[in-house]
């Protein structure tokens, strides 16, 4: 029988069997769905037990595709060395300053179209790039002063994922004496900045989107941006209605430094410049005062939690279940990519909260699985994607319900199995735009995703 009848009035192109779908609410066997020609849901239809002719089969539990709100493609090249030896946020920072050095337009390209496609394979569908690397070294622009910034647009594509571009305005090295207030970016940070918040705001706007691809904007920490050059920024995200992200009390020198140069929290300050609001989504939010959590919440401002990150860089562990509380919004985001995984990234935020309370079951699966995706979605731009029903993006996840970690669980189906049992490797599909782009474990646009991420990195190494 019909779930609904209603559609996006394009013709459909493309038909998926899925023999378990989560609806939102609970797991559904024999779900139909069809896809319109332009690679959005047409219909959704339940009690179709078996695949009819001409249906491509997904076996296994489909979910709406994954968000990955929080992502610097090139720190993916400093997994499993960076872990070495001991040290803290700002000695792990000075590393990965080493390989933002050496990357250029081609050499960030491969890697990330590489970093994408692991991405896809993880049943991630939409990547949200946090992009400050945009000038060539000393801080030369490029000819193309977004040599960069396109550079991770045509990977995206190439991998087949989509993109929110997080134009990022990086402008000083931190907190200084008055009466400048702000320090210079030093010899590795030119390579980031624009001088000023206008220059910023002028190359962006010369960045373009496409059907994959949307651009936002992103103020990388109080630290990297003046208090009086926030709201440049802030206003060029308002005039596009643009998604604006920022780096928020990480380390709690930062909040330390803030207080002492501004007589205010970080949060404070982006609320006093006009920062805060339901655009806007704050990364990691570690470090919170209850005023900080009463503010993002009241301004409905997102929450990104990206734990596996957050606990490789010994940061601390965010009160998510506050700020979600309070009315923030939750997405989730692999960071520095110590690894690449989204149900490792829900079942962290939980897990975290757990041993910090000693309680269990702060949120329901259901309620992380819309973290990783549907919530995620909305804090880069698209607030219609993340669910499995007609008008949405037809954007999939398939996970496998017969490796040794997802068996065992069906007739009683939940979204337990993924959120708290699957692990990206149990990822068999992944559909983007009705485009079948992991068929069975293997991306079919780039045939060797492994051999082309040690390729990428090694070329970073030499
Ligand atoms: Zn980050």
């Not at 990388?220 to 941006?225: D, E, K, L, M, T």
């Not at 006009?274 to 009463?294: F, K, Q, Y």
């Amino acid at each position: 029988m019909p779930l609904t009848t209603e559609g996006t009035g394009k013709p459909v192109t493309v038909t998926y069997w899925l023999s378990h779908a989560w609806l939102g609410t609970h797991v559904e066997p024999g779900v139909l769905l069809e896809v319109s020609s332009g690679g959005r849901i047409a219909g959704v239809r339940t009690g179709v037990d078996a695949p009819p002719p001409g249906a491509t089969v997904l076996r296994g539990l489909t979910l709406p595709g994954l968000a990955n709100t929080h992502s610097h493609a090139f720190h993916r090249a400093l997994r499993s060395t960076v872990q070495v030896g001991s040290g803290t946020f700002w000695t792990w920072r000075e590393t990965m300053y080493q390989v933002a050095s050496r990357l250029t337009p081609d050499t960030y390209h491969a890697l990330a179209r590489a970093v994408y496609a692991e991405m896809a394979l993880a049943g991630i569908t939409a990547v949200g790039e946090f992009h400050y690397l945009h000038h060539g070294p000393g801080g030369t622009p490029y000819d193309n002063p977004n040599a960069m910034g396109e550079a991770l647009i045509a990977a995206a594509r190439e991998a087949g994922i989509r993109i929110t571009l997080l134009d990022t305005a990086y402008l000083s090295a931190g907190f200084g004496p008055a009466p400048a207030l702000y320090r210079k970016p030093d010899r590795h940070q030119l390579r980031f900045s624009d001088t000023t918040a206008e220059a910023w705001a002028e190359r962006a706007s010369l960045l373009k989107g496409d059907d994959h691809t949307l651009i936002g904007a992103a103020v990388h920490s109080v630290r990297a941006v003046p208090a009086g050059e926030l709201a440049t920024v802030a206003q060029w995200a308002e005039e596009r209605q643009a998604p604006l992200h920022v780096h928020l009390s990480e380390q709690t020198a930062e909040n330390d430094a803030c207080l002492a140069t501004h007589g205010r929290t970080p949060t404070r300050l982006l609320a006093d410049h006009g920062v805060l609001g339901p655009r806007t989504t704050g990364v990691h939010n570690t470090h919170l005062t209850d005023e900080d959590i009463a503010l993002l919440g009241s301004t409905a401002t997102g929450t990104c939690m990206c734990p596996t990150t957050e606990r490789d860089l010994a940061d601390g562990i965010g009160p998510a279940a506050a700020l979600q509380r309070a009315g923030s919004p939750l997405s989730l985001g692999s960071d520095s990519h110590a690894v690449i995984d989204l149900f490792e990234e829900a079942r962290a935020m939980e897990l975290n909260e757990r041993l910090r309370t000693r309680r269990r079951g702060h949120w329901t699966a259901a309620a992380l699985l819309r973290a990783a995706s549907a919530d995620g979605h909305a804090a880069l731009g698209r607030p219609d994607a993340g669910v499995l029903e007609p008008g949405a993006p037809a954007d999939l996840v398939t996970v496998a319900l017969d490796s040794v970690r997802t068996a065992g669980p069906v007739p009683r189906l939940g979204a337990e199995t993924a959120v708290f049992a699957a692990s990206a490797a149990d990822v068999r599909h992944t559909v983007v735009a009705g485009r079948h782009l992991v068929r069975d474990g293997r991306h079919t646009l780039i045939d060797d995703v492994p051999e082309a991420l040690a390729r990428a990195v090694a070329a970073l190494h030499h």
